[in-house]
C-alpha cells in the first residue's frame, strides 16, 4: 500500500502548489487535483511513494524523464508544468512529485467499459489523435512504455465538434522501472497491451509504441483486447507465440483494410511493424481516405478523470518479470510474476529399478538440482548487488562506429542525434546522455551527440524569398540580418528578392555568426539618351524606347540647334533615373535668317518677317533700292522677332 494517501490534501508542495483532492490511486502514486498558487491554474499532481526520493537511480531517471516529458508540447499530449521533491513533512518524508494539465473528462477506458465497441469512424478519430501525440514523442526520441486506454485522456473544452483526446504519462514508467526496488527484470506495463520484446527482452521502442497501439486500436474495434486468461503469465506468452487475430473474426462488419491495419502493426516481427507512429499515423489516414471514413467528434465519458491514469497496482517481485496487469474480465488483475528466460527442467521420469539404482539416481538428480538453485541465487545475489548496472563509457571524440561498438559492448542501446559544433569535427561524438561515468541499466538507451561541425553558409539561390532565406540561415544555426545599405540594382533578380548573401554560400562560419541577406533593389537606373539635336519627333521615339515617358517641356533659343529640334531634356541625357519616369523635352525656337541679298527692299521686307524677322537699316528708301548687305548673314539662327539690317542701293 502506498504511503501515499488523502492525508496529503491540503499540503502545499514546494511551496507553491497546494494538494486538494484526491483523484486516483496505484501501488506506487497517487493523483490529486490541486492548484498552482502562483499562477492561480488548476493542475494534477501526481506523487510518488516517498520510498523512491531515496534511490538514486530514481531520482536521476525521475529529473531526466520529466525534462523529456516538458519538452512535448502537442494538442494531444497531457502537458508536464514541473517536477520537483518536496520535504515539508521532514526527511523522512521526501517525496518526489510532476505538475501536469489537469484533464476534466474521463478516460478511453471509461468510454470503452460504457459503450463497448466503438462505431469505426470514432475509433479511428480517437486512434489518430493518439497517434499524432505519439508520433511527437517519438520525434522527440521518448518511448512511451505503456499505451492502454487508462492513459488515453477525453477531456472537455476542446474543439467545438467534440472533446480532446490527449495522452499521459510519458516516460513514468521507465523511471520507476530504474528504482532500486525493481530488477533490470522487471517490466512495469499492462500485460494486455505489451509487444512481445518487452515481455521476452524488456527493451522498449517506437515501435513497442506501436504494437500497444495496434492492441488499442482492435480494443476500440471489437470491445475487447485480443488475449484473455487466468494468468498474466498466460496472457503474455500468446503475446510471444501467437499472431493477433484479425478484428474482422469478432466483428464481421469491418472492412479488410481495417484487418490489414492493425496486423501490420502487431506483427511479433518488430522489424515489419511501421517504424514509429508517425508512420503507423500516415497508414492509418491512407485508410481512412480510401474508405472515405471522415473524423467524427469524441464524446467525453461521463466517469470524472485524473491528469493520469494509476494502475491497479505496481508491485515486483524480485527475479521475477512483473506485469501491470488491466486484463478484462475474467482475466488477473493486478501485478502478476512472470518468470523471464528458461525455467529449470523437470526431473525426467525413472522406469521401475533396483532400489540401489533408484537411490543413486536420486542422489545425482538432487545434487544437481542442488546445483542449479546455488547456481541460481550466486546470480540473484551478483544481480541485485549491482550485476543490472553498467557505467556508460566515455565516447566523446569517437567515431559513430567506434562509439556505437563501444555503447554495445557495455550492453547499452545507442541511439543517435547531431547537432552541430563549432570545435569539434564533422562525425565526432560531442557527448552522451547519460553523460560518461553514469549508471545506467544494461539495455538502456544511451543518446549519442554527434557534431555536426561548424555551420556552412547555406546555399540560397538568386530569385529566393527573403522569408525562405532567413529559413534556411536559420536552419543550420547561423542569425541572418538585413542592411538595406548593402542591396544591389538587378536586371535579373525581381525586386524585393534574395541577390545573394554575405558571407558566400558554401563558407563556414560559427553558430550564431550573422549572414547578411543582400535583396534586389530591381533594375538598375537608365541612363537617359542623348537626343541633343534631334527633331523633336524622332527625340521622343528614343526617349520612348528607352523605357521613359517623353513630354513638351518648352521652347528655348540655342544658336548651335535647328528649329524643331531638340536643344536639351531635363533630366539631361546621361543622367540615370530609374525607367518609366518622365524626361522634359525642350525644343530650339531659332529662326534662320534668310537671305535678301538682290532682293528688293520691299521683296527683303516681307521676306524677313515671314520668317518673324523685322528688316532694318536702308531698307525704307526708294521704291526702287535693292539689298546689297545684311546683318546678321544669311544662315545664321537668331531669335524670333531679332531685326536685320538691309544696306540698299541706291
Same mark, same amino acid.
Given at each position: *500500500?502506498?504511503?501515499?494517501?488523502?492525508?496529503?490534501?491540503?499540503?502545499?508542495?514546494? %511551496?507553491?502548489?497546494r494538494v486538494?483532492?484526491l483523484?486516483?490511486?496505484?501501488? *506506487?502514486?497517487?493523483?490529486?487535483?490541486?492548484?498552482?498558487?502562483?499562477?492561480d491554474?488548476?493542475?494534477?499532481?501526481?506523487?510518488?511513494?516517498?520510498?523512491?526520493?531515496?534511490?538514486?537511480?530514481?531520482?536521476?531517471?525521475?529529473? %531526466?524523464e520529466?525534462?523529456?516529458?516538458?519538452?512535448?508540447?502537442?494538442?494531444h499530449?497531457?502537458?508536464?508544468?514541473?517536477?520537483?521533491?518536496?520535504?515539508?513533512?521532514g526527511?523522512?518524508?521526501?517525496?518526489?512529485?510532476l505538475?501536469?494539465?489537469?484533464?476534466?473528462?474521463?478516460?478511453?477506458?471509461?468510454?470503452?467499459?460504457q459503450?463497448?465497441?466503438?462505431?469505426?469512424?470514432? =475509433?479511428?478519430?480517437i486512434?489518430?489523435q493518439?497517434?499524432s501525440a505519439?508520433?511527437a514523442?517519438?520525434s522527440?526520441?521518448?518511448?512511451?512504455?505503456? /499505451?492502454? !486506454?487508462? &492513459?488515453?485522456?477525453?477531456?472537455r473544452?476542446?474543439?467545438?465538434?467534440?472533446?480532446?483526446v490527449? /495522452?499521459?504519462?510519458?516516460?513514468?514508467?521507465?523511471?520507476?522501472?530504474?528504482?532500486?526496488t525493481?530488477?533490470?527484470s522487471?517490466?512495469?506495463?499492462?500485460?494486455?497491451?505489451?509487444?512481445p520484446?518487452?515481455?521476452?527482452?524488456?527493451?522498449?521502442?517506437?515501435?513497442?509504441?506501436?504494437?500497444?497501439?495496434?492492441?488499442?486500436l482492435?480494443? *476500440?474495434l471489437?470491445?475487447?483486447?485480443?488475449?484473455t486468461?487466468?494468468?498474466a503469465?498466460?496472457?503474455a506468452?500468446?503475446h510471444?507465440?501467437?499472431?493477433?487475430p484479425? !478484428?474482422?473474426?469478432?466483428?464481421?462488419?469491418?472492412?479488410?483494410?481495417l484487418?490489414?491495419l492493425v496486423?501490420?502493426?502487431?506483427?511479433?516481427?518488430?522489424?515489419?511493424r511501421?517504424a514509429?507512429?508517425?508512420?503507423?499515423l500516415a497508414e492509418?489516414?491512407?485508410v481512412?481516405?480510401r474508405l472515405?471514413i471522415?473524423?467524427?467528434?469524441?464524446?467525453?465519458?461521463?466517469?470524472?478523470?485524473?491528469g493520469?491514469?494509476?494502475?491497479?497496482?505496481?508491485?515486483?517481485v524480485?527475479?521475477?518479470?512483473?506485469v501491470?496487469?488491466?486484463?478484462?474480465?475474467?482475466?488477473?488483475?493486478?501485478?502478476?510474476?512472470l518468470?523471464?528466460?528458461p525455467?529449470p527442467?523437470?526431473?525426467?521420469?525413472?522406469?521401475?529399478?533396483?532400489?540401489?539404482?533408484?537411490?543413486?539416481?536420486?542422489?545425482?538428480? #538432487?545434487v544437481?538440482?542442488?546445483l542449479?538453485?546455488?547456481?541460481?541465487?550466486g546470480?540473484?545475489? #551478483? #544481480?541485485?548487488?549491482?550485476?543490472?548496472?553498467?557505467?556508460?563509457?566515455d565516447?566523446a571524440g569517437?567515431?559513430r562506429?567506434?562509439?556505437?561498438q563501444?555503447?554495445?559492448?557495455?550492453?547499452?542501446?545507442?541511439?543517435?542525434?547531431?547537432?552541430r559544433h563549432?570545435?569539434?569535427?564533422?562525425?565526432?561524438v560531442?557527448?552522451s546522455?547519460p553523460?560518461?561515468?553514469?549508471?545506467a541499466?544494461?539495455g538502456?538507451?544511451?543518446?549519442?551527440?554527434?557534431?555536426?561541425?561548424?555551420? /556552412?553558409?547555406?546555399?540560397? @539561390?538568386?530569385?529566393?524569398s527573403?522569408?525562405?532565406?532567413?529559413r534556411?540561415? %536559420?536552419?543550420?544555426?547561423?542569425e541572418?540580418?538585413?542592411?538595406?545599405?548593402?542591396? @544591389?540594382?538587378s536586371?535579373?533578380?525581381?525586386q524585393?528578392?534574395?541577390?545573394?548573401?554575405?558571407?558566400?554560400?558554401?563558407?563556414?562560419?560559427?553558430i550564431?555568426? =550573422?549572414?547578411?541577406?543582400?535583396?534586389?533593389k530591381?533594375?538598375?537606373?537608365?541612363?537617359?539618351?542623348? /537626343?541633343?539635336? *534631334?527633331p523633336?519627333?524622332?527625340?521622343?521615339?528614343?526617349?520612348?524606347?528607352?523605357?521613359f515617358e517623353?513630354y513638351?517641356?518648352?521652347?528655348?533659343?540655342?544658336?548651335d540647334?535647328a =528649329?524643331?529640334?531638340?536643344?536639351r531634356?531635363?533630366?539631361?541625357?546621361?543622367?540615370?533615373i530609374?525607367?518609366?519616369?518622365?524626361?522634359?523635352?525642350?525644343?530650339? &525656337? =531659332?529662326v534662320?535668317?534668310?537671305?535678301?541679298?538682290?532682293?528688293?527692299?520691299?521683296?527683303?521686307q516681307?521676306?524677313?518677317?515671314?520668317?518673324?524677322?523685322?528688316a532694318?537699316?536702308?531698307?525704307?528708301?526708294?521704291?526702287?533700292?535693292?539689298?546689297?548687305?545684311q546683318?546678321?548673314?544669311?544662315?545664321?539662327r537668331?531669335?524670333?522677332?531679332t531685326t536685320?539690317t538691309?544696306t540698299t542701293?541706291?
Amino acid at each position: *500500500m502506498t504511503r501515499t494517501d488523502a492525508s496529503l490534501s491540503g499540503a502545499l508542495l514546494d %511551496r507553491r502548489y497546494r494538494v486538494d483532492g484526491l483523484l486516483a490511486r496505484g501501488g *506506487m502514486s497517487a493523483v490529486y487535483r490541486g492548484l498552482d498558487t502562483r499562477l492561480d491554474r488548476p493542475v494534477a499532481i501526481k506523487i510518488m511513494d516517498s520510498r523512491f526520493a531515496d534511490d538514486r537511480a530514481f531520482v536521476d531517471r525521475f529529473e %531526466r524523464e520529466a525534462r523529456s516529458a516538458a519538452k512535448l508540447h502537442h494538442p494531444h499530449v497531457v502537458a508536464v508544468h514541473d517536477q520537483g521533491f518536496d520535504t515539508s513533512a521532514g526527511p523522512e518524508e521526501r517525496r518526489a512529485f510532476l505538475v501536469m494539465e489537469l484533464v476534466d473528462g474521463g478516460t478511453l477506458r471509461d468510454l470503452l467499459d460504457q459503450r463497448g465497441a466503438l462505431d469505426v469512424p470514432l =475509433a479511428l478519430t480517437i486512434a489518430e489523435q493518439v497517434l499524432s501525440a505519439l508520433g511527437a514523442a517519438h520525434s522527440a526520441g521518448l518511448v512511451h512504455r505503456d /499505451v492502454k !486506454p487508462e &492513459n488515453v485522456l477525453i477531456g472537455r473544452g476542446g474543439a467545438s465538434s467534440g472533446g480532446v483526446v490527449k /495522452v499521459g504519462d510519458f516516460g513514468l514508467v521507465r523511471a520507476v522501472a530504474s528504482a532500486g526496488t525493481t530488477s533490470n527484470s522487471v517490466i512495469l506495463g499492462t500485460v494486455a497491451y505489451l509487444s512481445p520484446e518487452q515481455v521476452t527482452t524488456g527493451s522498449a521502442s517506437e515501435r513497442g509504441d506501436v504494437y500497444s497501439a495496434g492492441i488499442l486500436l482492435y480494443e *476500440m474495434l471489437t470491445g475487447h483486447v485480443p488475449y484473455t486468461a487466468d494468468t498474466a503469465l498466460s496472457v503474455a506468452y500468446r503475446h510471444v507465440n501467437d499472431d493477433v487475430p484479425a !478484428p474482422s473474426a469478432t466483428r464481421s462488419d469491418l472492412p479488410a483494410a481495417l484487418d490489414d491495419l492493425v496486423l501490420r502493426a502487431t506483427r511479433r516481427d518488430a522489424e515489419s511493424r511501421p517504424a514509429d507512429a508517425n508512420a503507423f499515423l500516415a497508414e492509418l489516414r491512407q485508410v481512412r481516405s480510401r474508405l472515405g471514413i471522415q473524423p467524427v467528434p469524441v464524446p467525453v465519458p461521463r466517469q470524472p478523470a485524473s491528469g493520469a491514469d494509476i494502475p491497479d497496482a505496481e508491485r515486483t517481485v524480485p527475479a521475477f518479470q512483473a506485469v501491470t496487469v488491466h486484463a478484462p474480465a475474467g482475466g488477473p488483475r493486478g501485478t502478476q510474476a512472470l518468470p523471464r528466460g528458461p525455467q529449470p527442467p523437470e526431473p525426467p521420469a525413472t522406469p521401475p529399478e533396483p532400489a540401489q539404482r533408484r537411490r543413486g539416481l536420486l542422489v545425482t538428480l #538432487w545434487v544437481l538440482v542442488g546445483l542449479l538453485v546455488v547456481g541460481g541465487v550466486g546470480a540473484g545475489v #551478483w #544481480w541485485f548487488a549491482g550485476g543490472r548496472w553498467v557505467a556508460v563509457p566515455d565516447v566523446a571524440g569517437m567515431d559513430r562506429a567506434r562509439a556505437e561498438q563501444t555503447l554495445r559492448q557495455a550492453e547499452l542501446a545507442p541511439a543517435f542525434t547531431e547537432e552541430r559544433h563549432n570545435t569539434v569535427p564533422s562525425g565526432t561524438v560531442v557527448r552522451s546522455d547519460p553523460e560518461s561515468g553514469s549508471r545506467a541499466l544494461r539495455g538502456d538507451q544511451v543518446t549519442v551527440v554527434l557534431s555536426l561541425g561548424r555551420p /556552412v553558409v547555406p546555399d540560397i @539561390q538568386p530569385g529566393t524569398s527573403v522569408e525562405q532565406a532567413e529559413r534556411a540561415i %536559420r536552419a543550420v544555426q547561423l542569425e541572418p540580418r538585413r542592411d538595406p545599405g548593402a542591396d @544591389q540594382f538587378s536586371a535579373e533578380v525581381p525586386q524585393g528578392a534574395v541577390v545573394t548573401v554575405s558571407p558566400q554560400p558554401g563558407s563556414q562560419a560559427n553558430i550564431g555568426d =550573422a549572414v547578411t541577406i543582400v535583396v534586389s533593389k530591381g533594375p538598375p537606373p537608365t541612363p537617359v539618351p542623348q /537626343v541633343q539635336g *534631334m527633331p523633336r519627333d524622332q527625340a521622343f521615339q528614343a526617349l520612348r524606347a528607352a523605357g521613359f515617358e517623353p513630354y513638351d517641356a518648352g521652347e528655348e533659343f540655342s544658336a548651335d540647334v535647328a =528649329a524643331g529640334h531638340v536643344v536639351r531634356t531635363e533630366p539631361g541625357g546621361g543622367a540615370t533615373i530609374e525607367a518609366g519616369n518622365r524626361v522634359g523635352v525642350y525644343v530650339s &525656337n =531659332a529662326v534662320e535668317v534668310p537671305s535678301v541679298l538682290g532682293r528688293s527692299a520691299r521683296a527683303a521686307q516681307q521676306i524677313l518677317a515671314e520668317a518673324g524677322l523685322s528688316a532694318g537699316g536702308d531698307s525704307g528708301r526708294g521704291r526702287f533700292s535693292f539689298v546689297v548687305g545684311q546683318d546678321p548673314a544669311p544662315g545664321s539662327r537668331v531669335p524670333r522677332g531679332t531685326t536685320v539690317t538691309l544696306t540698299t542701293l541706291p
